[in-house]
């Protein structure tokens, strides 16, 4: 399992909480821990997402290397 301390630390800074960053995401509070600790792949939409509400790039955000899967459809 491979948590993305970069954003945990980001979303912390913000106070956001899981449920808020789930909300922004539109996800449910445990698929959005399960992205944050690298159970679940982020899709680049949800990356970009976080990388603009947070006020850093995508590969500062995620400079654990994650996979981000594309989103089909």
Do not use: C
């Not at 912390?12 to 698929?31: C, F, Q, R, V």
């Not at 944050?36 to 990356?47: M, R, S, V, Y």
């Amino acid at each position: 399992m491979k948590k993305f301390y970069t954003l945990y630390i980001a979303r912390n800074e913000a106070g956001d909480s899981i449920a808020d960053t789930a909300k922004l995401l539109g996800l449910t509070k445990g698929n959005y821990w399960n992205r944050e600790n690298g159970i679940t792949d982020f899709k680049l939409k949800e990356a970009f997402k976080l990388a603009e509400h947070y006020g850093l790039s995508v590969d500062e955000l995620f400079q654990e290397a994650p996979k981000i899967r594309r989103e089909v459809g």
